[in-house]
């Protein structure tokens, strides 16, 4: 570790000594009212008591900082980022790791829990959190409490249930520019002796605000509706709590953008906008693509859970959880970023999990352990459908989207006019071109019978599957030596049973381009033999036959067996996680704790496309993520049990870093060998009195690969600084109270890439177009929130006005993607600022 570190480690002990002294100077506290109750070790604890990096964010803090999403939670939890592009497409990164693939056959390093049940992959995971009673982030490898996925931490969503004899209902609307509305209802009914309902929903929308200049709905828009419903029931030693929770989001599409090229009208070529990051774009949907489908989102997520509690006596415990879940998504994207449809693309993503855990709890006043065993299956599945103007990509390759001096004094940056694209004539030349660049002179007649089949949409798509079917058997033991000493263990044995699905075919014909640029490196021969076959009038749809033996050509993917065949593989394969913990407690008011933990993420059995048409898909077993962590903290809960502060340093050491790369508009799975992060994360919350509460995290985080080419690079969405502070006041004014809740965070530089954008990993093959400029970065950037309000007595009801980025900071959330591939990294803009007024009431108990 560097001194950095060294004087965090020096630092915390330093105050963990001097609070423990101060301490021993104040009275017992006479309650615990401001320590929050967690479930981290699937036990009820408090905060400050778990020998673990915890965050909570709870019910209180939610409502008054107006957090509706992860990505706003995320940003007052250090060492926890939520990139969201939309509700389908987000990204969890936790100390550095991220989890946000798509890929049916991918398996998280994040966990996402919904009360205990896993929504962990990521086209379902990004749900809203309404009814809440409190989110947990726990950092650092959670393989052996949560299970898979839980690689390097676990959120944790705990939403309230039904409560017996509790009349209760509640209800806020908000409204502000971007016609931006929020509606929220809630009502908590007992239906007899020791059974209770509760039912809650939300509806979410908002205008986008990346403005559309071709017209039509803006971009980055938010359209969720949301419901839930639970039971909650008691006879005697058991309980029984039944959920179901559904959403829709019908968001328009996402705005990637490009600053490579302005944005133009398509039809004349008039430049309409900027090529500056955050401004207007000029995106469409193609007939080629989930037949005219327009761009945006359309989800749909669903699930019950049934959790069911009996006591045993003699300090036992017994919990059953059982769970189903379903998620179906559609997203239609623009990929490219510009008006011309030169590559457009869609994903259809469907998963299907049911799970069942046993588990039974021992307590006793020196023992907390627990033992159980869990069932797990997954299927999924995502199609990706792809389209290309051959006639706009070739010109791309050719660096001649302007024209390449057929419009006289275009400028380099202006994409010309869609129908020049058209002109045979033109297309001939960029052909010449790109095989003089092979050492190819392309006869004229040849160039121009090739350039008369380019494709004004070529189409082809690939679908990757996956199921997964995965038996845990786990258990953990805490024993408290004595008043103030405390050592703990666990174990966690996962078996995976997996079968992986790929398939891939043309939809409407071989591709000329595709052929082009594959026959190019072939013997001369086979080369021209080829070449004389996709210059052949009507050769795109010609069948291949003994008498036309050109291939069934793609581009970004190669078309299996029969063109659509599915190839399989199937992989079995088991392993352990483990933890072992030390917990001291100088005082009531000290904790400081050490952890040793290994966390795994189950082999990938990853499946890409063949590497010619008609060959048979690659399956490549990519061996177990594998995590050693080590951790020092400390908590303490001062002044009465007012001040809480705590912090922790860690170590990280992985071997089998899995990322991933970029080949054609498909993220493949990938060993990049070895790495390490270390750092520091402090939280600060001091409740001085009723009228303030005030709050500051940081988190310092150097996460780098120690191998291969990537040696030295920075993980990707990964900043190594998190920061925010904020207050939380209630003044009173006559019978009720002024409220204000002020708010500041910061986060610093991030790549969006573990290449890093470096120059000298853009050449790598399979990038149709280098990209060699250093742009797909965002500098550090800082956001100010506040809101202030009236409240009447007991939060019966409240007023407020809000503002979020209150400065109008200009950020990137995202930058790259998969144009990156044909040289047209987009770019997507973070939010602007939000401002609105909201109205809410309460009435009923609390218990």
């Known amino acids: 570790m560097n001194r950095a570190l060294g004087g965090g480690v020096v630092a915390m002990l330093l105050a963990c000594t001097s609070t423990a002294a101060l301490a021993q100077s104040e009275p017992a506290p006479a309650d615990a009212a401001n320590d929050i109750v967690v479930t981290a070790q699937l036990r009820e604890q408090g905060a400050t008591e778990v020998p ?3 965050s909570v964010v709870d019910d209180e803090q939610l409502a008054r900082l107006g957090l509706y999403e992860f990505s706003q939670v995320a940003r007052f939890v250090p060492g926890f980022v939520v990139q969201n592009q939309s509700p389908n497409n987000p990204g ?6 991220t989890s946000d693939s798509g890929t049916a056959t991918e398996e998280p390093r994040v966990s996402v829990f919904q009360d205990g049940v896993s929504i962990s992959k990521s086209r379902g995971s990004y749900v809203e959190l309404f009814d809440m009673e409190r989110v947990e982030v726990a950092k650092g490898p959670q393989s ?20 017996l004899d509790t009349y209760e209902a509640a209800g806020m609307v908000s409204y502000g520019n971007y016609d931006a509305l929020i509606g929220e209802g809630m009502v908590n009914l007992p239906v007899g002796e020791g059974m209770a309902v509760r039912v809650a929903g939300r509806i979410r929308q908002r205008d986008g605000y990346v403005e559309n200049l071709l017209g039509g709905e803006d971009f980055n828009s938010v359209d969720t509706k949301a419901i839930r419903g639970s039971f909650h029931g008691e006879k005697g030693a058991l309980t029984f709590d039944l959920i179901g929770n559904y959403q829709r989001d019908k968001a328009a599409g996402t705005a990637f953008k490009s600053i490579a090229y302005n944005p133009t009208n398509p039809t004349t070529g008039e430049v309409i906008g900027t090529r500056s990051r955050y401004s207007g774009a000029a995106l469409a949907p193609t007939a080629g693509i989930e ?3 327009d761009l945006g989102l359309d989800r749909q997520v669903w699930g019950i859970t049934g959790i069911t509690g009996l006591e045993l006596g003699q300090g036992l415990n017994l919990t059953s959880i059982t769970a189903f879940r379903r998620f179906d998504s559609l997203e239609v994207f623009d990929i490219d970023g510009l008006s011309l449809p030169i590559l457009q693309a869609a994903e259809d993503a469907h998963g299907k999990q049911f799970s069942q855990e046993l588990r039974l709890n021992f307590e006793s006043d020196r023992v907390s352990a627990f033992v159980g065993a869990s069932y797990f299956h997954e299927d999924g599945r995502q199609r990706v459908p792809t389209a290309y103007d051959e006639r706009m990509t070739l010109a791309q390759l050719a660096g001649a989207l302007n024209g390449g001096g057929a419009i006289p004094g275009r400028a380099a940056t202006d994409p010309a006019p869609a129908a020049l694209f058209g002109n045979t004539a033109f297309t001939r030349t960029l052909l010449q071109g790109v ?22 949409s070529h189409v082809e798509t690939n679908t990757n599957g996956s199921r997964t079917d995965a038996i845990d058997v786990f258990g953990d033991v805490t024993f408290r030596l004595s008043d103030q000493f405390e050592i703990g263990g666990g174990l966690r044995y996962t078996h995976d049973d997996k079968r992986s699905t790929y398939s891939a075919a043309v939809v409407n014909g071989r591709s000329i381009l595709g052929g082009l640029i594959g026959s190019l490196t072939q013997p001369a021969a086979i080369r021209n033999q080829l070449l004389a076959g996709l210059a052949t009038p009507g050769a795109a749809n010609i069948p291949l036959s003994p008498l036309f033996p050109v291939p069934l050509f793609g581009i970004s993917s190669q078309p299996t067996a ?49 590497a010619a048409p008609f060959g048979a898909a690659e399956f490549e077993v990519l061996p177990s993520e594998t995590v050693d962590s080590f951790e020092l903290g400390a908590k303490t809960a001062l002044l009465n049990r007012t001040l809480f502060a705590d912090g922790s340093v860690f170590f990280y050491q992985y071997d089998n870093f899995q990322t991933t790369v970029l080949e054609g508009t498909q993220f493949i799975p990938t060993n990049a060998g070895k790495a390490e992060s270390y750092g520091f994360e402090g939280q600060l919350r001091w409740v001085p009195s009723d009228v303030v509460t005030l709050f500051a995290t940081y988190g310092y985080n150097h996460s780098r690969f120690k191998s291969g080419i990537r040696d030295g690079n920075r993980f990707r969405l990964s900043p190594d600084h998190l920061a925010s502070a904020g207050a939380i006041v209630g003044v009173p004014l006559g019978a009720g109270k002024i409220t204000f809740s002020p708010s500041v965070t910061y986060q610093s530089r991030v790549f969006f890439d573990d290449d890093n954008d470096r120059s000298d990993l853009q050449q790598r093959p399979g990038r149709l177009v280098p990209d060699n400029l250093v742009d797909e970065t965002q500098k550090g950037y800082a956001l100010v929130n506040a809101r202030i309000g009236y409240a009447a007595p007991n939060d019966a009801w409240r007023l407020e006005a809000f503002i979020e980025n209150a400065f109008d900071q200009n950020y990137i959330i995202d930058a790259g993607n998969s144009g990156d591939n044909l040289g047209l990294p987009t770019f997507i803009a973070g939010t602007p600022r939000f401002y609105g ?11």
């Open 435 to 456: 095989a003089q660049g092979y050492g190819l002179v392309l006869p004229t007649a040849l160039a121009q019978g090739l350039a008369a089949n380019l494709k004004p």
């Open 52 to 54: 673990i990096a915890l």
């Open 291 to 293: 037949n005219g489908k």
């Open 562 to 610: 029969g063109n659509g065949g599915v190839d399989r593989a199937e992989l079995d394969n088991g392993g352990f996680s483990w933890r072992a913990t030390a917990r001291y407690t100088p005082s009531d008011a000290v904790n400081i704790y050490a952890t040793y933990a290994r966390g795994r993420r189950p082999q990938v059995l990853a499946a890409s496309g063949p």
């Open 92 to 97: 969890f990164v936790m100390r550095g790791i």
């Open 144 to 163: 052996t409490l949560y299970g898979r996925g839980a690689l390097i931490g676990a959120v944790n969503l705990v939403q309230n249930k039904a409560k």
């Open 837 to 847: 007024v909201q109205a809410s009431f309460r009435f009923g108990g609390r218990n």
